[in-house]
Structure formats: structure tokens, C-alpha cells
């Protein structure tokens, strides 16, 4: 109603709710054609938590080590999880952008950077003297051309050569337990294990293997070696655990008996110096023979990486689509027969703690599989909601259709010709859109590589937020501001934060409807229209309605009096004439 009370111009035939049976029967049915052909999978691995939403985030939503809605410190938590290989589609997903001639070039980069492609070398190190049962340590690097600086390995506390240490070292359990609460950001932190791996081009060399807090699992092997003297990370590290620190690139122009690394690593161009065979080469040269002599030997090689990792589906809220996956009483997970969906969320009153609410309800939870009569239960876990976005525009195309679209329909109507949203969505929505068509593309669903043409980034509407002693969000009507002093209702002083994008989560909501009855729906859009260009913010504010509204009475004045001289004009010519 508050859409139709601003008059926009919509086509409310294709009206859809995501949150409808009629529609998520539909994206349950193309998750199960996923798991079919391998491109979504169930693993136990550590998740993004937040503590206070209890649940289980994407890397996407988690901006600057927080939750993307409730702005809280997220934890690392093991969990058993669903996932969706997006990471299949990394080079794919990259090299469309070039053909994307219609979007922003800040949104490609972002997505160019967030797929993260990098070419490197995986190198292959021998493990000395191993007491474990693990003999090779695979480090991917995009610097092999450092390799002769290299002073040591690290490793991340989830690598399978961390786990088998941890689990018989005491120390090593002690200092797993440290880092839970460090942020690698702002503390790196090593455990030297008494494992050491052989230089790939000196037998006689050996570096000791470190376990550290900073060195991520899901990028790479989950291993680095470390040159101090080209890396601050690495620099740091060193100059923390009395570290050999090698300079091996020297700046041009530059004598190698002035040149050294002190508080700052080196970080330029140069030509190898210390490097054995290297020695006198540009940095690019050195690259290819080193990856050309560890192919020879059989020590690794050319590898591409990339940094988009998989799409972790698994919720932990009741408002979301339920997984249709049964697990059945003789260890089987199968998905829900699609004859018996939608799998429907069970209707509940009131939730009642925090966790999981659908893990709590036993009658729901519990069932039979349909095909053995075995006990089983239902997947307690909902869809991440940006599923629910991934396909819409999609079903807008025949909403009302039995089947999810008409193939027909999506020829005809797509891809998107003008798509338009905030520029916030670059790595999330559209990402996962982009995804989502290209893979219901391969499991022959649609005939489309992309989901839009077009993409416009309008600037989000945004207001100041605001805060209560206990750290709770007030909204714009739980404020009395007096000459820019705000205070709550009952006239305590508040915290008084950004402006951000107005949201829900954060209360810092303008209710459109209070808007149009106090100053009417020409002064509502006059006011979004002309206060900030259509790509920039606006700002929310007392003084920019009002002065909108005393903008539109004065044109609404001043037609009125053209309009009765006018009238009274002709009223006088009309008698002069008879």
C-alpha cells in the first residue's frame, strides 16, 4: 500500500513474496538438482558465527571481521555445513565480466577482486625426518621467485600436519587455544613445531615448519613459505622468532653492499641477488625458472588460485527456507522426494530462546523416508535468504507458472536489460545472481550466461543511527533532538553513531507512511529526486522534507494564482466583447 500511496508505476501482476511456499518449493527443487550434479555438498569445516544473530555467516557478509547485520565480532566455529561450488565457476565468473560493457567499473573490480585470481607456483618441500604420516608440504606461493629468501613455513591451524600435532602436543593444544580469541589482523602469533621441510634447490638447507595463527586454510594449501625480506608479514613474523632474514631482489641502481632490510621489507622491482641460478635476473624471468626446474624435478609447478571460496548455505534461523535434506536412521543423507515439496516451515507462536528453533521442535523434525519407512529427520538448517534473491527476477518473468519459469518467458525476457541496486550488493547479490544463472544454466534449467545487461548503482537512502546506554538501536521516533543534542524518550543521553544505509536491523528507518500523511507523496518524491543525484546517498533529514514541502507549496501557490488571473482575465475580456 505504501508502494501504490507514492504512485509508482508497477506491475503488480507479477507481484512475488520469497518467503511463500509457491515460491521457495521451487529453489528447493533446484538445490536438490545441485546436490544431483555435484555442485552442492555437505563438509565440516570452521564457519564465520556470529554470536549474536546465533548464526552461521558467508565470507561475503562478514565486512571488516564483523556481521554484516548485527555488527558483531565474528568467531571461527566447526560446523557441519552445506556449501554450493561457486568456486567452480571462479574463471568463468571473471573473465564475463569483460562482456558486462554495462556495469559500473567499480562493481567489476570489486567482484574482480573478491574472485581473487592468482598465478603462481605450488612447490612441493620434503618433510625431514617426519614423525608423522605426512611426507610433503604443498605451498602455493605467487612469489617463486623469492624462494632462495625463503627462512621458514607456517601453516594453518586447520592443516591436516597442525592437527596431527595438536592432537599429541600439549603446547600445540595450548596455543590452538590462544588463537581462538587473537585477531590475526592485529596479532600474528607462531607455534615452532620440531618438523622441518628441505629446501627445493638446497638439500643442505632446511626450514623449520611454523604453526600460525594468520595462514588461512581455504586459500592456497593452507601454507606459505616465508621471505622476510619481501613480505612485512613475513618480516614481522621473522624479527618476532629471531628469523633469518635473506635479501635476494635487489633494487635497480642499487649496490649490494649498501642494500639492506631493516624495519621495512622490500617490496619493488629489482634483479635476483643470493639466489644461486637466479642471480642477475628480472623478477618475471626468475618466476618462470623456478616454476620450469621444479616441473623438471618433479617438485611442483605452474597453479592458479583463486580467493572466492564456496557458498556456505547452512542457517541456523527459522525464517528461511528449509533444506530438504532427510537424514535417515541407517547413516543415508537423502534430499526430500520433489513430489513431497514444498518442505513447509512449521507454524510457531512465539520463538523462544536463542540457537536453532527448528532443532527444538521434535514433531516437526522428526519423520520417516518415504521410501523405506526407516526413521529419520529433517535438516534442521534454512537457506542463507540471498538464495531466495539469487533467482527472483527469474520467476517475475511468468510468475504464475506451475513449473519455476517457462523457458519460452526467459528467452524472451532476459537477461535484465536495466538492473538497478546498491552498489553494497557487488559481492553478495550479484555475485551469487551471476552464479546462480550460470549454474541452472549447466544442470539445463535456462539458456542465459548472465542475469543483467545493465547494472545501475543508485545511492542508498541513509539517516543517522543511534544508540541507548546499553547498546541498543533506537529509531528516529525514539529520539527527541534538541539543537542537535539527542536524547531518548525518557530523556537519557544516547550514543549517536554513522549515517548509515537505513535499515532494519540498525532501526535507523524513516516510515514512509508518516511521511506522506504529514507532508503528501509529491513532497516524499520531490524531496528523493532532487536532493541528490540518482548514484549518491541521500541523507535523511528534518530540514530536507520540510524545505521540500515548503518548495512544492510554493509552486502549488503560485499555479493557483496564475490560474485564477488567468481565469479572471478571460472572465474580463468574455464582458468587454458583449
Known sequence: SQLQTMGLSLDWSREIATCHPGYYK??????????????????????????VDQTVLANEQVIDGRGWRSGAIVEQKLLSQWFLKTSAY??????????????????????????????????????????????TLKVFTTRPDTIFGASFCAISLDHPIAKQIIAINSDAKKFELEC???????????????????????????????????????????????????DQ??????????????????????AIDDFAIKNNAYLGEGSLINSSFLNGKG????????????????LGGLKINYRLRDWGLSRQRYWGCPIPILYREDGKIIPVSKKDLPV???????????GNALQKLDKW???????????????????????????????????????????????YWLPVDQYIGGIEHAILHLLYSRFFVKALRDIAHINIDE?????????????????????????????????????????????????????KSKKNVIDPTSIINLYGADTARWFMLSDSPPDRDLEWTENGITGSYKFINKIWNLTNEVLNDSYNFSKSSNDNLL
Open 233 to 254: 608479514r613475513d618480516l614481522d613474523f621473522a624479527k618476532k622468532y629471531n628469523l633469518e632474514i635473506t635479501p635476494v631482489i635487489l633494487p635497480h641502481n642499487s
Open 26 to 51: 521451487h529453489e528447493q527443487s533446484f538445490f536438490i538438482d545441485l546436490l544431483k550434479n555435484n555442485l552442492a555438498y555437505k563438509k565440516e569445516s570452521f564457519v564465520n558465527w556470529d554470536p
Open 283 to 298: 623478477i618475471n624471468q626468475a618466476k618462470e625458472m623456478v616454476i620450469q626446474k621444479l616441473l623438471k624435478h618433479g
Open 344 to 354: 513447509e516451515l512449521p507454524k510457531i507462536d512465539q520463538i523462544s530462546g536463542s
Open 90 to 135: 571462479s574463471e568463468e565468473l571473471l573473465g564475463f565480466l569483460d562482456k558486462l560493457n554495462y556495469w559500473p567499473e567499480k562493481v567489476k573490480i570489486m567482484q574482480s577482486n573478491w574472485i581473487g585470481k592468482s598465478e603462481g607456483a605450488e612447490i612441493n618441500f620434503r618433510i625431514k625426518d617426519s614423525n608423522i604420516n605426512i611426507n
Open 451 to 503: 542475469p543483467f545487461e545493465g547494472l545501475f548503482t543508485q545511492g542508498m537512502v541513509t539517516h543517522r543511527t543511534f544508540k541507548n546506554k546499553k547498546g541498543e538501536w533506537l529509531g528516529p521516533d525514539e529520539i527527541i533532538n534538541k539543537d542537535y543534542n539527542y536524547f531518548d524518550l525518557e530523556n537519557n543521553v544516547v550514543d549517536t553513531g554513522k549515517i548509515e544505509k537505513m535499515s
Open 365 to 411: 523434525r522428526e519423520t520417516t523416508c518415504p521410501e523405506t519407512g526407516m526413521k529419520a529427520t529433517r535438516e534442521t538448517d534454512t537457506f542463507d535468504t540471498f538464495f531466495e534473491s539469487s533467482w527472483y527476477f527469474l520467476r517475475y518473468c511468468n510468475p504464475r507458472h506451475s513449473e519455476p519459469f517457462d523457458k519460452k518467458d526467459i528467452d
Open 180 to 230: 581462538s580469541g587473537i585477531n590475526p589482523d592485529k596479532e600474528k602469533k607462531g607455534f615452532k613445531t620440531d618438523l622441518h621441510v628441505v629446501h627445493p634447490f638446497s638439500e643442505k638447507k632446511l626450514l623449520p615448519i611454523f604453526i600460525a595463527n594468520f595462514v588461512l586454510m581455504d586459500y592456497g594449501s593452507g601454507a606459505i613459505f616465508g621471505c622476510p625480506a619481501h
